[in-house]
């Protein structure tokens, strides 16, 4: 059964058509990787899904439920739509406890020894117990994109976005984010859309890669045919500057 | 002075007691209001924008003095009756809550709009991000120009001498019209508006070396 489904959409800011006619299925479980050039929509196709982005026409079926339908509760979805930005975000006036905390308490208003017990758990899944009673502006920023997915993962998601989550971490930190989404691709029965410039490690995680170019879905395929046999010549070009490097 | 301020002693206080009522029942009010319509002018919902907007544009750019006569001389003639004290504390309400919300609104600005988005997509409606978030940020970010509002609130509340609101001000005109002591009621008065205003000066710094 499909988590997401892009029907036909379109998306503008003004008269900038930013995704061309999307249609595209992802099923429960699966974990794809968007890549891209950058300007190529990778971004605003992630943030569509839990509605951070709207859509001009089309339909977007999450988890069962239309986002272009009025009735639609957006807030609902978001709770089971995770997201993991490029730049952390992190509640800045909150500890990292809080940070995990504070979601799970106002909005599935859950008891606060069990809101605490999870979050202390993902807290050390994350290798940062010690780190609890800090203020994010005392972490690195590798540590707090790592707070930033523990406190994604305390409203229990059935479905993670992952916004280019190592592009703002100094090279030396990137693995062990990399590694903490690894390990959440592998454990889980998530759905999770992740869009990264790397290449490695997108052959490692994903089941299907889909390249995105100019609003478009260039590729969309298994990860080993899609770096192996990609059919499309703009896929290849891509590839080929890419993986040079 | 001394005799003056040994004689006038229970008229001084009185004004002063008046002056800090409506100071303080104006600081909270025009809080409340400005923090209200500083949310208002940043939220996506175009009504309340304009309601926000609108507000502040006319309460900023009306002198206080007209406000407060259109309290006191107005609002009796055709809605209801109040006092001089009344007219001047709900007017100097409105026009101090139109400055609190620039000020506010400028704050709610400066914060990085993923601090927004990251609540949001937590599942945060607009109001809880706002109250739990994006507020406590911008709150501490205008302390410094928040704490000249309330100061300037202090001092404008001397509005209230014109439409006989018993304050400071209004002691001070009276007993120097009595005594002709004019230099020495003035500088009295000035000396219990220094009284409120240096602590306020000094709790704002306060606030803002505590949460930096």
């Not at chain 2, 209801?80 to 506010?104: D, W």
């Amino acid at each position: 059964m499909a988590m997401i489904e892009f029907r036909n959409v379109q998306k503008y800011y003004g008269k900038f058509h930013a995704l061309k006619n999307i249609n595209l299925k992802i099923d429960k479980g699966e974990t794809v990787v968007l890549i891209g050039p950058s300007g190529s929509g990778k971004s605003t196709l992630v943030r569509t899904i839990n509605g951070l982005e709207d859509i001009q026409e089309g339909h977007l079926i999450v988890n069962g439920e239309d986002l272009t339908d009025k009735k639609t509760d957006i807030n609902q979805i978001r709770t089971d739509v995770g997201m993991v930005f490029q730049h952390f975000n992190l509640y800045a006036n909150k500890d990292v406890l809080e940070n995990v905390m504070i979601a799970p308490r106002i909005v599935l208003k859950k008891s606060e020894d069990e809101n605490r017990k999870t979050a202390l758990q993902l807290l050390e899944r994350v290798g940062l117990s010690d780190k609890a009673h800090n203020m994010p502006s005392q972490i690195s920023g590798g540590q707090e994109q790592r707070v930033a997915i523990a406190r994604s993962l305390a409203m229990k998601p059935k479905c993670m976005l992952f916004d280019e989550p190592t592009s703002a971490l100094d090279p030396e930190m990137i693995e062990d984010v990399l590694d903490v989404i690894k390990q959440i691709t592998e454990q889980s029965d998530m759905t999770s859309i992740i869009v990264t410039h790397k290449m490695w490690f997108a052959q490692e995680v994903a089941n299907r890669v889909i390249f995105l170019d100019d609003g478009q879905i260039i590729e969309d395929r298994k990860t080993n045919e899609f770096f192996e046999h990609p059919e499309n010549e703009r896929t290849r070009k891509f590839l080929s500057k890419i993986l040079g490097h | 002075m001394i005799t003056l301020l040994r004689t006038y002693w229970s008229t001084f206080l009185t004004g002063f007691g008046w002056t800090i009522l409506s100071s303080c029942i104006a600081l909270v009010a025009s809080l409340l209001i400005g923090s209200i319509m500083a949310v208002f002018e940043v939220v996506p919902n175009k009504t309340l924008r304009t309601i926000g907007t609108v507000y502040v544009e006319i309460f900023r750019n009306i002198p206080l003095l007209v406000i407060v006569s259109f309290f006191y001389l107005v609002i009796p003639m055709y809605v209801v009756k109040i006092n001089g004290f009344t007219a001047g504390t709900i007017g100097l309400t409105i026009y101090t809550s139109a400055f609190i919300a620039e000020t506010v609104r400028s704050g709610i600005k400066s914060i990085n709009i993923g601090q927004m988005e990251a609540s949001r997509a937590m599942g945060m409606k607009y109001v809880q991000a706002m109250r739990f978030i994006v507020l406590p940020q911008a709150f501490k970010v205008v302390i410094p120009p928040l704490g000249n509002q309330f100061i300037n609130l202090v001092k404008n509340s001397s509005v209230l001498a014109f439409v006989a609101g018993f304050d400071l001000m209004y002691q001070g005109n009276a007993i120097a019209s009595q005594t002709f002591a004019t230099v020495n009621t003035y500088l009295i008065v000035g000396a219990f508006y220094l009284v409120i205003t240096l602590p306020i000066s000094y709790y704002m710094r306060h606030l803002e070396k505590r949460l930096a």
